[in-house]
């Protein structure tokens, strides 16, 4: 890879920091999300996650001999306003320096995602978080103060983790904070206040920061039409309208795909756009430097009929294969499993070439360079006697990820960099503990645990990959 080329890896406050209630601390919507019984799996919660907030010297410690070129993490709100705007928590402040300084220490450089779904309460109580546009000016308050404070140390920013997944699952099938179901018009308007906060924020960080880099994190599915029956491959232009480019577009071009904005206020639940917001959005779009990209899976698009398979179903939260349903929107698709890839424990296909799919997709539609901010295996692993892990199989998941990453980049996509997920273990939010990303084993499952670290086979493994360059995968 080219000699800038970032290896990291990634994490978010909630799945990792634990210190919920400490250090001034304001609640947020996950602190008290996971209190509802059933939401998450066996009542798990980020309490205490896996304490980095008060090991994250030993984290960082392990990142440096391993030779991690970057880190990704994510800043709290709460811990900045514990009330979401007002009086700053300086111990917080403290927290992200010292951690931001002990990355720097050891050549790290920190890439720090400004929300990773954590919203403080106080400003759901207050009217209704991500549901008024009020969030907006407190959201750029927010990541201005954050701008402002880490000139100069930080360099590379991420405004928003994963807008589609946090918004479907809050909005539409209720698994995520604020649990509100089928909800499409709130869903849409909500998704309008986020691009706001976005691109405000973009604004803001270019006045601050001219020199910095910033984009977004998409959790990217690319999706393949079933076959060349003519009715899949407009399924698939249906699904990559509604599901990616309504995010992408509107990053990158500062506008919504006009069919599925012209589907969505058929429907009556298009968002209310005004003509200030989309000058802002047309700023923002023109001053992005990357596009970040967590890729996960690819998905099959097939024609769904009017009477087919509704948007909600279940999904497998327990790693027992076989256990999530296929869902679509009736009379446009449906994403059945694709039957020439094999799937993870938790039914998510295993799919190499999507990731250079995803950036040559990218780079063809919108010519930005691209941060590939989280890919990764979710799986259970085993704790030998002899306090090793062997995963063998998070190896092969990765070094084919890889592979294809460095064909896509061979193919003239411009990659900066590649963060796995994750770097420790940490809470998986709807799957407990023992879906385990790492390179570092924690010792803890969902009751608790020593917390202890241990090197997985394949921290070893990765450290060579950054050694070499991605020459020995
Ligand atoms: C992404 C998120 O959706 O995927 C992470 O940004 C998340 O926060 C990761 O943990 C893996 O998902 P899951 O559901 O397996 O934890």
């Known amino acids: 890879m080219p000699d800038t080329f970032l290896w990291g890896s990634a994490s978010a406050a909630y799945q990792i920091e634990g210190a919920a209630q400490e250090a001034g601390k304001g609640i947020s919507n996950w602190d008290e999300f996971v209190k509802i019984p059933g939401k998450t799996f066996k009542e798990s919660t980020g309490e205490v996650a896996v304490d980095h907030y008060h090991r994250y010297k030993e984290d960082v410690a392990l990142m440096a001999e391993m030779g991690l070129q970057t880190y990704r993490f994510s800043i709290a709100w709460a811990r900045i306003f514990p009330k979401g705007h007002g009086e700053v928590n300086l111990e917080g402040v403290q927290f992200y320096t010292e951690l931001i300084d002990e990355c720097l220490k050891y050549g790290i450089e920190p890439m720090v995602t400004l929300y990773h779904w954590d919203i403080p309460q106080a400003l759901v109580e207050e009217y209704g978080g991500w549901e008024s546009p009020k969030v907006v000016e407190d959201f750029v308050h927010y990541a201005t103060f954050l701008f402002n404070q880490f000139k100069g140390k930080v360099k590379y920013w991420i405004t928003i983790n994963e807008q589609n997944i946090f918004t479907t699952f809050g909005w539409l099938t209720a698994m995520h904070p604020p649990g509100k179901f089928d909800d499409e018009k709130m869903y849409y308007q909500v998704n309008h206040h986020v691009f706001l906060a976005h691109a405000k924020s973009v604004l803001a960080f270019k006045e601050i920061m001219p020199e910095g880099k910033i984009g977004a994190s998409f959790a990217y599915s690319p999706s393949y039409a079933l076959n060349s029956d003519p009715i899949h491959a407009m399924a698939k232009m249906d699904f990559d309208n509604l599901k990616n ?50 890729y996960y899976q690819t998905s099959v698009a097939e024609y769904n009929p009017i009477d087919g398979v509704g948007p909600y179903g279940e999904m497998n939260t327990t790693g027992k294969k076989g256990t999530g349903q296929v869902t679509g929107i009736p009379g446009l698709y449906k994403n059945p499993t694709n039957t020439h890839l094999k799937t ?12 250079r799919y995803a950036c040559k997709e990218i780079t063809s539609r919108y010519d930005l360079p691209i941060v590939i901010s989280e890919n990764g295996l979710g799986a259970f692993d085993t704790l030998t006697d002899t306090q090793e892990i062997h995963d063998a199989y998070r190896i092969e998941y990765l070094s084919k990820h890889i592979e294809e990453l460095m064909k896509a980049s061979e193919e003239g996509c411009e990659i900066w960099a590649y963060c796995t997920w994750s770097f420790t273990d940490l809470l998986s939010w709807l799957n407990g503990y023992q879906k385990r990303y790492g390179f570092v084993y924690v010792d803890r499952d969902e009751v608790g645990g020593s917390l202890n670290r241990y090197k997985k086979d394949s921290y070893y493994w990765y450290k060579e990959v950054i050694e070499t360059n991605g020459q020995s995968i």
């Not at 993870?344 to 990731?355: A, M, Q, R």
């Open 245 to 294: 480019f309504w995010w992408m577009d509107v990053y990158a071009y500062g506008r919504y795909p006009k069919n599925a904005y012209h589907y969505l206020e058929q429907k009556g639940v298009a968002p209310i756009v005004t003509e200030a917001d989309q000058t802002i959005l047309k700023q923002a779009a023109a001053l992005i430097d990357f596009m970040g990209v967590n």
């Open 344 to 355: 993870t424990d938790w039914d998510w296909v295993i799919d190499p070439s999507g990731l």
